[in-house]
């Protein structure tokens, strides 16, 4: 199967300051990737849509301004958590779809806001 | 609003016994119905995608099925080793984004 990649896997960051995850698609191109959050032994919640060339579509009640995506190329979309606070830790997933309509995930960023 | 409801939400399997988890659905126009496995800590792992009532898809000991407002997932003879949360999610026919049930948690004892 096709292979997506986060970075980093695990963030530890002080409340106020800003993170940046990666995520990649290492062996096909993707327009478009999702961006999720999971809580603890909860499903995962779709946060927005990265779209390459152009705005990102959020969801309802996701705060564009404090999660800011850029998609950069067909390979890599980021996720950069703004002004953090302890309330925003939580388990962060990308995906992305092939060409087939197969949507493969990333293995998560752990981000822990202290 | 799509809306995806998983039952039962754990399910505790002796070595060897089969069973099934369910997955029913609601969509304005089905595009695709996807099964996932999810290890603790880890993103989640493609299993399949179903698109049309009445497809099958077979991998190892699992296999999937979809009907008109449902989506079994059977498990023959688990292993241990199967033990994870299987997450089903469905794609409405105007977009590409999945919404997702809340999961089945499968612990197989060996």
């Known amino acids: 199967g096709a292979v997506v990649s986060q970075h980093p896997s695990w963030v530890i960051c002080k409340s106020g300051t800003s993170v940046k995850i990666e995520c990649r698609s290492l062996?096909?191109?993707?327009?478009?990737m999702f961006w999720y959050r999971q809580f603890p032994k909860q499903s995962l919640m779709l946060m927005a849509t990265?779209?390459?060339?152009?705005?990102?579509?959020?969801e309802q009640g996701v705060e564009k301004d404090k999660f800011l995506i850029n998609h950069a190329s067909l390979t890599l979309s980021t996720l950069t958590v703004t002004s953090a606070h302890p309330e925003d830790s939580s388990f962060y997933i990308c995906?992305?779809?092939?060409?087939?309509?197969?949507?493969?995930f990333g293995p998560g960023t752990r981000l822990t806001v202290t | 609003e799509d809306q995806v409801t998983q039952s039962p939400e754990a399910l505790r399997l002796q070595e060897g016994e089969s069973s099934s988890l369910n997955c029913s659905y609601t969509?304005?126009?089905?595009?695709?119905l996807f099964w996932y496995r999810q290890d603790p800590g880890k993103g989640p792992e493609f299993l399949f995608t179903?698109?049309?009532a009445g497809e099958e898809k077979e991998k190892e000991r699992l296999k999937a099925t979809l009907t008109k407002k449902e989506s079994f997932l059977h498990i023959t003879a688990p292993k241990p080793e199967d033990s994870a949360t299987y997450l089903c999610?469905?794609?409405?026919?105007?977009?590409?984004?999945?919404?997702f049930g809340a999961g089945t948690t499968v612990t197989v004892r060996a």
């Open positions: 995906s992305a779809p092939t060409a087939w309509n197969e949507q493969y």
């Open positions: 062996d096909f191109q993707a327009t478009t």
């Open positions: 990265s779209n390459e060339g152009s705005k990102a579509t959020y």
């Open positions: 969509v304005s126009g089905l595009r695709g």
């Open positions: 179903l698109y049309s």
């Open positions: 999610a469905v794609q409405a026919a105007d977009d590409y984004k999945l919404s």
